[in-house]
């Protein structure tokens, strides 16, 4: 059975700073993997997705990596801003089968 | 372009009572639907999901239920609540199975007393 797994589950850092977020998975079977960013009370909304053929994607300030021999993605945040505070989710779509979701990491940029 | 919906926002009802979230996508057609639970300091959990109408795949036993009677609308039930049934509900949809971002609504918070 897939599980998700991200560290660390909480990050505060002052702005400006770049970032790295984790997650990690048990089965490196996988479709593709997706990040996901969670305003408090809102919906998720899609980041970054990377197919399993792909190593990497880029959006803006935002570059996420695939490794999936070691079961593992990053996501780094170059120059974070007040407005990039959420909750970061990482999800897993095993072969055929619907996404598993990771725990999320709760990020603040202070300013 | 494509937007979901759910209504409503947010819900307090009484233990017992019954339960009905509703879920509409617009600008897509025949797309695979999706129920989760968001609980209070924890990760998704995904309930239900439909790739057609009438089609419905439970993922975890529970009092709830879901039911798709027309292609785009996706609705989740429940007979007689339970505080455990306490959450935030997400719907989310996606074209296809494979290789697809899937795009969520924007949530209803149920709080049961």
């Known amino acids: 059975k897939q599980e998700v797994t991200q560290i660390p589950a909480a990050l505060s850092v002052p702005e400006g700073e770049n970032l790295v977020l984790n997650c990690s998975f048990t089965?490196?079977?996988?479709?593709?993997l997706q990040w996901f960013r969670q305003d408090p009370g809102k919906g998720l909304t899609s980041l970054l997705l990377i197919q399993s053929s792909q190593r990497e994607q880029t959006s803006g300030r935002l570059n996420a990596s695939l490794d999936k021999s070691s079961g593992r993605s990053t996501l780094y945040i170059a120059a974070s801003q007040p407005g990039d505070s959420a909750t970061y989710l990482c999800?897993?779509?095993?072969?055929?089968?619907?996404?598993?979701f990771g725990p999320g990491t709760r990020l603040s940029v202070l300013p | 372009s494509q937007t979901i919906h759910q209504w409503p926002a947010t819900l307090v009802q009484p233990v017992g009572s019954p339960l009905s979230l509703e879920c509409t996508v617009e600008g897509t057609s025949n797309p695979n639907l999706y129920w989760y639970r968001q609980a209070a300091g924890r990760g998704l959990q995904l309930l239900f999901y439909s790739v057609g109408i009438g089609q419905i795949s439970s993922e975890v036993p529970q009092n709830l239920s879901a039911s798709r009677p027309q292609d785009r609308q996706f609705i989740l039930s429940s007979k007689k609540l339970l505080l455990s049934d306490s959450g935030f509900y997400l719907c989310a949809w996606r074209t296809g199975m494979n290789q697809e971002t899937q795009y969520f609504g924007p949530g209803t918070r149920l709080l049961v007393l």
């Open positions: 089965d490196s079977a996988i479709y593709n």
């Open positions: 999800a897993v779509q095993p072969g055929g089968q619907n996404f598993v």
